[in-house]
């Protein structure tokens, strides 16, 4: 390991259902959820997926005014066709029950009307957690890695005293990490301690083999019970409110890993450096991140236990690994951090200087309040009503290891891990046997295609042949092939006919124009004529012997 470069392995395992968001969303116009799966699909798909007649549906639809009308008529046009567009997706997500049971219900309804009368959408898009554009994994960014980590930093230094600035985020920090410039006050980045930790973004191990997000949802709840004045429990003003996220789930062991480099400096100009106190090893991080974040993640635990919220099995497992990981924690060989959306205020921000400055929202209309701590939980739930059975989202546990090579030495965190994974391997296993019904059903559609082709090339070999063949013909010997054709098509729908019919007068009307023919083409059409009056039953007709008897002379 270099003096000046240390690096390290980090590997993630999520604690809890874990969304960083990116703003991107999946559109209900380019996915479906079906028997609990979302299928994603893009325009090439859909067009491999859908008929000619399907196309000319969607334009009218596409091409109507634009309007809530317009946008639910797509949503029930693609829905109706999920069966087509499955195995035509580009990703497939395991959804809980009560996600696909929403959608199911909502999908190009209106969810409400509003008091003048409009209609209020039910969009049903879904937020899409932070991924690879190039295999569609999550990824967890080194940006919010390193900003979780820089809050239980400034945290440790700031030993809970109030904040006394008031504006602008570098005032604080930076006379936390001491990189304000005392004469110009103005921040000196350089002296930012943290520019010494490179942190990279850390990639899924698609060695999992499980899928690697789910669809859950978000409900608000209150921390207190809200009673009426008679001292009634009641339901609190937005414990209505939920959203639909794509999150990468709870108690995938090593599920992410990523790499960490720390700068020794040696002996530079001390004026391009951070502090002597304020250079981090990767021991002072662990250790710092563990005292900010472990008693929230406790507090939170019993929180949810005393209100009953929590999911009881969810809560027994992190008890365990807990106690599992406690002397590692100690030692500072593995520390907790909390990241992504619905962290909470308190994981954001630093002890004392938080005081009084957590916005609480009120009602439409009024002014929001300060208080030292937030009023509500944002969880991982199955239904929108739900209020038990529920999850907090954003937790880690982050191991070290040295060089750039992981070391995979902790078995009793992967087997406890692997014993919560039973619904999600049998979705593995449901999703594989799916994948290979559509590929063997594309390799058929293949061969088909292929079929289909070789004829149609093989119709068209022909064609052109035969259109070669009658373009060398006479103009005598078209008239007899024209006459041979009409024969043979009587031949073969088996019409009888008489010597008074089309056929035979077809025929007289050709011998009639023979006597100047070559004698090859006279020839010829004597030996039609022949078979035509044998066909009609006329071979004993006199009539017929003679006109046959003028080709012969």
Known sequence: ??????????????????HI???????????????????????????????????NELNKIVNARANEDMLKAVQRFFYERRDKLKPWSINAIP??????????KRVGQTANRESGGGQVLNKLEIDRTACNPVNRQPVLFGSSVKGAIRTALLDQINQGERASERKGLHEFQGRLFQYLDPERGRPVLEQDPLRLIQLGDAAWDTAQCLPATQIYLAVNRKKSPVVDEKGTLRQAMGENLYQILECVPAFYGNGFNGQMTIQHVGLEAPKKLPAKSLRFSITNIAMACNHFYLPQLKSECTLLQERGYGDGNWLKQLAELLAMAQERIKTGKVFLLRIGRHSGAEAVTVSGARNGNIRIMKGKGQQPECADAPKTLWLAANDPKQRTGLLPFG?????????????????ELAELCRSQHAQAQQWSEKRAAERLATEQHRKQQAIERQRHLEEEQTRIAEQQAEEQRRAALTQEQLQIETLRQQFEQKQA?????????????????????????????????????????????????????????????
Do not use: C
């Open 1 to 18: 390991m270099s003096d000046f470069l240390q690096h390290y392995t980090l590997t993630y395992t999520p604690l809890s259902p874990i």
């Open 21 to 55: 968001g990116t703003g991107d969303s999946y559109e209900p116009t380019n996915y479906v959820i079906d028997d609990g799966t979302l299928y994603e699909f893009d325009t090439g798909g859909a067009l491999a997926a859908l008929t000619g007649t399907d196309r």
């Open 95 to 104: 959804v809980l029950n009560g996600v696909a049971d929403l959608y199911g």
């Open 395 to 411: 937790w880690l546990l982050v191991e070290i290891h040295a060089g750039n090579t992981p070391v995979n030495d902790w078995s």
């Open 493 to 553: 729908n088996k019409v009888r006919e008489q010597i008074g019919g089309q056929l035979y007068g077809d025929l007289r009307k050709l011998i009639e124009q023979a006597p100047d023919w070559p004698n090859e083409s006279r020839l010829e059409l004597l030996a039609v004529a022949k078979s035509i009056v044998q066909y009609i039953g006329a071979a004993d007709n006199r009539k017929a012997k003679e006109l046959i008897k003028t080709l012969k002379t």
